[in-house]
Structure formats: structure tokens, C-alpha cells
């Protein structure tokens, strides 16, 4: 099992499955706390894209950009697809920690 999401309305922000510069900015709406305790089990199979500028995922951080939203499947198609599959055969996948276009080249690995 593998998730990803992209982009999300809901969202909190420094947790440890979040991938991209918006990782210290929550979303639109922030998880209750029973919401991220129930998300905290599956972290190590998920995977919770957020773009820096990002106006829907990373409320505050300037400059706003909506292209910032609607590019993941552009950037991040390849490295997800690469992730998904071996996540679900049980192999240890890395992706790019802070990945985005302006990324710095830390990598973690999420499994």
C-alpha cells in the first residue's frame, strides 16, 4: 500500500511524510488531532506533496504562486510513480526531501 496527495486543502504543517518547501505552512484547514494520530500510522506509505507559494497547502508563504499548485504532476510524476511501486513490493524508496524546482538536493527515505 502507497499513498500520495498533492497539494492538500488539509493539511498540517512539520510532519514527517510532508515532501517540499511548504513543510512549516499548514493548508487551507488544518487535521484535527485525531485526524493526524490516524494519519500517523500509514506514514511510512505516505507521502504529502506540498509546493512553497503554494496558496491551497502552504498558507503564508510568499510569494503566492498558483502555478505552485498545479504543477505536481508535472515535477513530480516520475519520482512518484518510481515510489509508489516500490513502496508497494516493500522496497525502501528515496524521494527528494525538500523537492521543488528552486529544491535543495537533500533526499530522505520514506518507508
Known amino acids: 500500500m502507497a499513498a500520495v ?14 515532501v517540499g518547501l511548504g513543510v512549516n505552512y499548514d493548508g487551507t484547514r488544518a487535521r ?6 490516524a494519519l500517523q500510522q500509514y506514514s511510512s506509505v505516505l507521502l504529502d506533496y506540498c509546493h512553497y507559494g503554494d496558496p ?7 510569494p503566492v504562486n498558483v502555478t505552485n499548485h498545479l504543477n505536481y504532476f508535472f515535477e513530480h510524476n516520475e519520482e512518484v510513480s518510481k515510489w509508489v ?13 525538500h523537492s521543488q524546482s528552486a529544491s535543495v538536493s537533500a533526499s530522505a527515505s520514506v518507508a
Open 56 to 62: 491551497i497547502c502552504a498558507i503564508g508563504s510568499l
Open 5 to 18: 496527495t498533492f497539494g492538500a486543502v488539509a493539511r498540517n504543517r512539520d510532519q514527517n511524510f510532508t
Open 85 to 97: 511501486v516500490g513502496t508497494a513490493q516493500g522496497k525502501k524508496v528515496s524521494v527528494p526531501e
Open 32 to 37: 484535527s488531532e485525531d485526524q493526524l494520530k
